[in-house]
Every structure is written in C-alpha cells, then in structure tokens.
C-alpha cells in the first residue's frame, strides 16, 4: 500500500530562533498524521478509547536531515512495517511538498493497552484496519 499522506503548514509558534521548525514540532506533526491516518481507517483513537483501548509510543526513534521552515507545506507519509501481537511498528517521514526532499525520519513502536494500561491484544477489527496502513 502506499503511505498515508497527511499535509501539514508550521505555524509561527513552532519555528526556532533560526526561522526552523523546531524539533519538537516533528514529534507532533506525526502525532497528529497517524491521528488522521486512523480517523481515516475508521479507527479513530476517540472510538478506540470507548471500546477500552489504548494506543500508545513506546518507542521513538527521530533522525533529523534538512530543516524546514515556516514558508514550506510539508507532507507527513505514515506507513505501519509490521504488526506483532501487541505491538506494531510504524515509519514516518516528513517530506518538503515542493520538492520532495526528506527531511525528517521516524521509527515509531506503537503498543495496545487496556484502559488501565496493561498491554493487550488488539480486537481483530483493528488489526484489519491497521493492515490498511501496512507496507505490503
């Protein structure tokens, strides 16, 4: 399948000194694209918590190469690489919309919890959604 694409526009509170989008701000662009990229499997984390089901990181791996900066449209591509029992992994990269350039990697480790926290199998309808996002 081909990654989930959701595009994103920095906004002035989130650039650095240097006119940089700050580092932090990465973090939360691919929050916010696997947030609409499960809001488009229908399988938003609103409806996921209802049911009693958490998603949760626990784990985040963010390499950084080029800077973008508040005149850029970036584009976040957000594909799962592999579901495990209780746990999937994900990888995310933002990209410059105008040029296609990379400039921001993620590895991402996703984990399914209860409502208390404790990790748990996903329902199997979430697991065929998720399967919607998976590099094939």
């Not at 694209?33 to 499997?41: K, M, Q, S, Y």
């Not at 089901?53 to 390499?63: D, P």
Request: proline fraction near 4%; hydrophobic fraction near 40%; include cysteine.
């Amino acid at each position: 399948m081909a990654a989930h694409r959701t595009t994103i526009t920095p906004r002035f509170g989130e650039l650095d000194p240097y006119n940089h989008v700050n580092h932090a701000a990465y973090i939360a662009y691919f929050e916010a694209a696997r947030c609409v990229a499960l809001d488009d499997i229908d399988m938003s984390l609103s409806d996921l918590s209802d049911r009693g089901f958490q998603i949760v990181v626990t784990k985040l791996e963010v390499q950084f190469r080029q800077p973008a900066t508040a005149r850029d449209s970036l584009v976040v591509e957000t594909q799962i690489q592999e579901m495990k029992r209780v746990s999937s992994n994900w990888r995310q990269q933002i990209l410059r919309e105008s040029d296609g350039a990379v400039l921001v990697e993620a590895q991402i480790t996703l984990g399914i919890c209860d409502a208390n926290g404790k990790p748990t199998r996903p329902p199997e309808d979430l697991n065929q959604s998720l399967s919607r996002l998976a590099v094939d």
